[in-house]
T-cell receptor, first 108, second 113 residues
């Protein structure tokens, strides 16, 4: 069973700061996903990574397969980025295994 | 496209009652999943269906049954609800594997008294 650890669990930052959320996992995977869950509860997929780096707007996700580690970065953070960010890993056709999430609050 | 839809949005049951959570997707996806989310535990996989006609247990299948009715629909049944099944339930779908983006439904908040 894959163990997925996220850090930090909680993060409060000021608007404009550069944010980094880390994720590590214990067993080889097919893909790693970063998800966002807003206070209303809906879950949205941000990235799916199997290698390298992806960028979408102010969000950047990287993965190091050898080290079993991924990071999610937010540049020029904004209060609307406040949400829970969830790392999840998958193998083959199986469902995902999730980290417990990082609660991010961006203060104006 | 509606994406992934779930019904009901909220439900309160008494211990021992049964109910079925419905999920449907209109993206022609092969794979569908049921997860539960509990405070401090994160999301956990209950059951999944890699293709029409197949279902497999996930991490926490006890107390649940599933039916992949057709390619669009994947239902989750609680035969005899217990307070430990109080949770938020999410259905999701993806093209065919964990290397595909997963799309989540809005969730069902279930309380078992």
């Amino acid at each position: 069973k894959n163990e997925v650890e996220q850090s930090p669990q909680n993060l409060t930052a000021q608007e404009g700061e550069f944010i980094t959320i880390n994720c590590s996992y214990s067993v080889g995977i097919s893909a790693l996903h970063w998800l966002q869950q807003h206070p209303g509860g809906g879950i949205v997929s941000l990235f799916m990574l199997s290698s390298g780096k992806k960028k979408h707007g102010r969000l950047i996700a990287t993965i190091n397969i050898q080290e079993k580690h991924s990071s999610l970065h937010i540049t020029a953070s904004h209060p609307r980025d406040s949400a829970v960010y969830i790392c999840a890993v998958g193998f083959g056709a199986d469902g995902l295994t999730f980290g417990k999430g990082t609660h991010l609050i961006i203060q104006p | 496209n509606a994406g992934v839809t779930q019904t009901p949005k909220f439900q309160v049951l008494k211990t021992g009652q049964s109910m079925t959570l419905q999920c449907a997707q209109d993206m022609n996806h092969n794979s569908m999943y049921w997860y539960r989310q509990d405070p401090g535990m994160g999301l956990r996989l209950i059951y999944y269906s890699a293709s029409e006609g197949t279902t497999d247990k996930g991490e926490v299948p006890n107390g649940y049954n599933v039916s992949r009715l057709n390619k669009r629909e994947f239902s989750l049944r609680l035969e005899s609800a217990a307070p430990s099944q109080t949770s938020v339930y999410f259905c999701a779908s993806s093209g065919s594997s964990s290397t595909d983006t997963q799309y989540f439904g809005p969730g069902t908040r279930l309380t078992v008294l």
